[in-house]
């Protein structure tokens, strides 16, 4: 017989059997989810509210950190990101980002009164007014992007407390008043973005102390004054940025050590002197320095196939290239220099380019008349030979220049986007409304910073200069989203459009719109230049380059103008047949009226006068 287990072994077993039983009569209640801090909650419902955000009643009655997105898709974001505390069970909204929102015009207060706020994306919305000094109580933030925005005013002193940024976006507004100084106290950026404003200069020196920069692009900046002082051994900064920023004088003959800069653009500025300095950046992925006053030669070393290198509108700049590699091609504009090119381009090449330069410029084979389809095949009107459109499909790189010498003419390109690569030849299959030569807005040439397109041989007298634009690049399902896109032109260096946009000036997007100018040719040289000025989308939401776009250039003499592409005639409004048959039969009638009515009067007429005469004749008889 098996012995018995001990009696208090067996009274254990049966008080853990007991206990067993009751906890599956009565469990215990699941952890509780955290839930939004109500302060918090309240902010976000006020800011939404206020930027018609709703949702219908979803942001009114959901918990906000449940939740956390709303409206997501390509053109648009609204979300939040939140922390949350398991001991206390309450959750803060450390990220909010709404982009792509152009109904949205202010600021709320609320906005302020989420404190915890770690991130704040605004970007690309339509945000008028000034920057509230309220700003001062994110007192967290990292990341603070409101570009491409209306916002005005200035940069107000209270976001000198905002020490902690690390990421600052503020291009593509109407802020004004110095660059402030007192950013160079957010030594934690490293990422810093100031482009396409009303700022002034000059850069401050003390912005050496941002010693954590990744990425720096400064622009736009009016006045002058600036110094290449402030760039301190930034170990970490692969794009340096600094077109038009008014710096002037000589480069420093030891520039600081950047190991690892990728991208160097210092274009637009007025700095002259020997460019050898800039050899120490020989390893750099892209180097862009035209519209200063460099002088010297060019070092070959600085000439390599792997490159970009744009020394362009360097007038003072001079020297030879190097022979090309066999089967290799330089990624070089040297056009408005005197760099001697005749190692590497034919005479007739050598001649066009002297053209430009304004010198050594002969050109026998005058022409009044000149159209080029760009970034597109050759074309030539129905029934007008004498309209061709010439092709403009050349490859052209980061940078690079094309010179037709049978047609007399030249395309020059600058890509001066550090963030993204954009083709220089777009096209689409959508069908361009309202015209008779849809197929020539059907293709564009684009560039991220500079296209110039130069007619040479013209003789002289006045022109009519027609550019042809139709937005194929911004998708059609941003029609009423955040896509703009914003440039210049100038011809014969003289502006004639700022800030324009295509998709605005035609009235939507895949539309085409012309525009014509009149020019006095002195020289035989037509120049027209489009630009990016800073302003307009680059990141939509993620990132992208909208600089200039062209569809076809005309230049021809006022007095005998080929409307050519003609707009199409409008087509006839259909009648109903039933309207028409009424119409005709309301004629009709309307006829016979009137012709019954003069009987009726002029028989009335006739009675009267027999009636008369009687009456003269015979007066007893009434």
Not at 543 to 551: C, I, M, Q, T
Request: net charge negative; with cysteine; aromatic share 8%.
């Amino acid at each position: 017989m098996a012995p018995s287990p001990p009696a208090p072994l067996l009274l254990l077993l049966l008080a853990l059997t007991g206990l067993a039983v009751a906890v599956a009569q009565f469990p215990f209640p699941p952890p509780q989810q955290p839930t939004t801090n109500a302060s918090d909650a309240d902010a976000l419902r006020a800011v939404f509210r206020r930027w018609g955000l709703e949702n219908g009643t979803t942001v009114a009655s959901e918990d906000p950190c449940r939740k956390r997105v709303w409206f997501p898709s390509f053109a648009t974001n609204a979300s939040i990101d939140c922390s949350c505390d398991g001991s206390t069970g309450q959750c803060r909204i450390t990220h909010l980002n709404v982009t792509g929102y152009l109904n949205l015009t202010e600021i709320p207060p609320a906005l302020f009164n989420l404190t915890e706020l770690v991130s704040l994306d605004l970007s690309s919305n339509n945000l008028t007014g000034p920057i509230p000094p309220e700003i001062a109580n994110l007192s967290k933030l990292e990341t603070w992007h409101f570009n491409n925005n209306q916002l005005d005013g200035s940069f107000p002193n209270e976001a000198s407390h905002l020490t902690g940024l690390q990421s600052l976006w503020m291009f593509d507004n109407y802020i004004e008043g110095t660059l402030p100084e007192f950013i160079a106290n957010f030594t934690n950026l490293t990422d810093l973005r100031i482009y396409g404003m009303k700022l002034q200069g000059p850069i401050p020196n003390n912005f050496s102390n941002l010693i954590n920069l990744e990425t720096l692009m400064l622009g736009d900046l009016d006045g002058g004054n600036s110094t290449l002082e402030f760039i301190a051994s930034w170990a970490n900064l692969s794009t340096l940025s600094l077109r038009k920023c008014g710096i002037s004088g000589q480069l420093p003959n030891v520039l600081p050590n950047l190991p690892n800069l990728k991208y160097l653009d210092l274009g637009s500025n007025n700095l002259s002197g020997p460019i050898e300095p800039l050899l120490s950046y020989r390893s750099s992925g892209q180097l862009y320095i035209s519209g200063n006053n460099f002088s010297g030669n060019l070092p070959s070393e600085m000439v390599q196939s792997s490159r970009p290198l744009d020394v362009s509108y360097n007038p003072f700049l001079n020297g030879s290239l190097p022979n090309n590699p066999a089967g290799q091609k330089w990624s070089i504009n040297y056009i408005g220099t005197s760099i001697d090119a005749s190692r590497t381009i034919n005479s007739e090449n050598l001649t066009l380019l002297n053209c430009l330069n304004m010198k050594e410029c002969n050109y026998n084979n005058l022409i009044t008349s000149f159209s080029v389809n760009c970034g597109g095949k050759q074309m030539t009107y129905p029934d007008s030979s004498s309209n061709m459109f010439y092709d403009d499909t050349s490859e052209l790189g980061a940078v690079g220049f094309h010179v037709n010498t049978d047609r007399q003419w030249v395309v020059s390109q600058v890509g001066s986007d550090p963030l993204s690569d954009s083709p220089g030849i777009v096209n689409t299959t959508q069908v361009i409304p309202g015209i008779d030569m849809p197929e020539l807005y059907q293709t564009a040439r684009t560039s991220r910073s500079d296209l110039w397109y130069y007619v040479v041989g013209l003789s002289k007298g006045r022109y009519t200069v027609q550019l042809f634009f139709a937005e194929i690049v911004i998708q059609r399902e941003l029609n009423n989203g955040p896509g703009r896109r914003s440039f210049n032109i100038d011809i014969q260096d003289q502006n004639i459009r700022t800030d324009f946009d295509i998709s605005k000036e035609a009235g939507g997007l895949g539309r085409p719109t012309n525009i014509t100018h009149e020019v006095t040719i002195e020289n035989s040289v037509l120049k027209i230049h489009l630009y990016w000025n800073g302003r307009g989308t680059r990141r939509i939401p993620y990132e992208g380059a909208y600089g200039p776009l062209v569809s076809a250039i005309r230049v021809f003499p006022p007095e005998n103008p080929i409307n050519s592409p003609p707009p199409a005639q409008p087509e006839p409004v259909p009648q109903d047949n039933n309207n028409k048959d009424n119409k005709r039969r309301g004629v009709v009638a309307g006829i016979a009226a009137l012709c019954i009515a003069a009987a009726v009067i002029s028989s009335s007429v006739v009675y009267l006068w027999w009636k008369w005469v009687s009456l003269v004749k015979h007066p007893n008889s009434w």
